[in-house]
């Protein structure tokens, strides 16, 4: 009985030694500059070789989970890489994962965790928009999915603390996700192109 109870107890944590693995990977990340822009996240994503497309899903993963990475970058780097319908695919995949490991962490530790991630300005906004919006939450969620530039990330995350279940969730993220991050990605693409070319 106490052996069990000791497998659950580890089990509990692991998702903490998870998370905490991941804001490592992004702090050093941060730290040698692979985030500084989109061409050096390409280097680095490159050196990869065949396993280069989990690399960049798994770095879609991490900026949802820890939301201090420059998102636009990271899919900027995956169309350039990929092509524009890959990019998106692989995208898709990572923020998607990313966005349900997000909802149920929150909603199995809750405010402590977010507080733990967040910077003070966008814990406030994480508060702020958990208790403003625990009846709307589905419609605020479709919106801000809809939207390229809206906060989803951050909306993904607070949905954990509000009434809404899994199930539709998961609906949600699966069906509005993919116009957010089309639209988005070849939007800064362009301008990343244009940027490029005036330089």
Same mark, same amino acid.
């Given at each position: 009985?106490?052996?069990?109870?000791?497998?659950?107890?580890?089990?509990?944590?692991?998702?903490?030694? +998870?998370?905490?693995?991941?804001? #490592? *990977?992004?702090?050093? =990340?941060?730290?040698? !500059? &692979?985030?500084? /822009?989109?061409?050096? @996240?390409?280097?680095?994503?490159?050196?990869?070789?065949?396993?280069?497309?989990?690399?960049?899903?798994?770095?879609?993963?991490?900026?949802?989970?820890?939301?201090?990475?420059?998102? +636009?970058?990271?899919?900027?780097? #995956? *169309?350039?890489?990929? =092509?524009?319908?890959? !990019? &998106?695919?692989? /995208?898709?995949?990572? @923020?998607?994962?990313?966005?349900?490991?997000?909802?149920?962490?929150?909603?199995?530790?809750?405010?402590?965790?977010?507080?733990?991630?967040?910077?003070?300005?966008?814990?406030?906004?994480?508060?702020?928009?958990?208790?403003?919006?625990?009846?709307?939450?589905?419609?605020?969620? &479709?919106?801000?999915?809809?939207i390229p530039f809206a906060p989803d990330d951050l909306?993904?995350?607070?949905?954990?603390?509000?009434?809404?279940?899994?199930?539709?969730?998961?609906?949600?993220?699966?069906?509005?996700?993919?116009?957010?991050?089309?639209?988005?990605?070849?939007?800064?693409?362009?301008?990343?192109?244009?940027?490029?070319?005036?330089?």
């Amino acid at each position: 009985m106490k052996e069990r109870s000791r497998k659950n107890q580890i089990l509990q944590f692991l998702p903490i030694v +998870g998370l905490l693995f991941f804001f #490592g *990977l992004a702090i050093y =990340g941060k730290y040698i !500059g &692979i985030f500084s /822009s989109t061409h050096s @996240l390409q280097v680095f994503i490159r050196q990869f070789g065949s396993c280069a497309v989990l690399v960049f899903i798994l770095l879609q993963v991490i900026q949802v989970i820890v939301p201090i990475l420059p998102g +636009g970058i990271s899919t900027v780097a #995956g *169309l350039v890489l990929f =092509g524009p319908f890959l !990019g &998106i695919l692989y /995208s898709y995949i990572g @923020l998607v994962i990313g966005a349900i490991i997000g909802f149920l962490l929150i909603r199995k530790y809750g405010v402590g965790l977010a507080k733990l991630f967040l910077s003070p300005k966008k814990f406030q906004q994480f508060q702020s928009i958990v208790e403003n919006n625990q009846k709307t939450i589905k419609r605020f969620l &479709i919106i801000t999915l809809l939207i390229p530039f809206a906060p989803d990330d951050l909306i993904c995350l607070a949905a954990g603390l509000t009434t809404i279940s899994f199930k539709d969730y998961l609906k949600i993220l699966l069906f509005f996700k993919p116009w957010s991050i089309a639209i988005y990605g070849l939007l800064m693409l362009y301008l990343f192109n244009k940027v490029e070319a005036f330089l």
